[in-house]
Nanobody, 122 residues
């Protein structure tokens, strides 16, 4: 059964850093694309970053230059390194796995992690 288990997150001051991890229990992990999204109450879940099976990455404009997505195929894990955090980055962050980056960014396909809270204080 496919499972995505997230870890990391928490409370940090503005300008600080956090790293999120997402362990994906799928035997062919290296073939899949992975992504991170975030959601605040009352708003739609928004795309943050994605990485495909060839290590090509894509970022939302609001996090480009501050966040970095990476993957470790040996550990079936995707990471989101978040630097220079801002209060506007406060949200619940979700990881997602799908066949392609297009599917990761889309709404029809893919599986989600359980979400983890990131709070950035000013």
């Amino acid at each position: 059964q496919l499972q995505l288990v997230q870890s990391g997150g928490g409370l940090v001051q503005a300008g600080g850093s956090l790293r999120l991890s997402c362990l994906v229990s799928i035997p062919t992990f290296r073939n899949y694309a992975l992504g991170w999204f975030r959601q605040v109450p009352g708003k739609e879940r928004e795309f943050v970053a994605a990485i495909d099976n060839g290590y090509m990455t894509d970022y939302a404009g609001s996090v480009k230059g501050r966040f970095s997505i990476s993957r470790d195929n040996a550990k079936n894990t995707v990471y989101l390194q978040m630097n220079n955090l801002k209060p506007d980055d406060t949200a619940v962050y979700y990881c997602k796995v799908a066949s392609t980056i297009s599917d990761v960014k889309g709404t029809r396909f893919g599986s989600w992690g359980q979400g983890t809270q990131v709070t950035v204080s000013s």
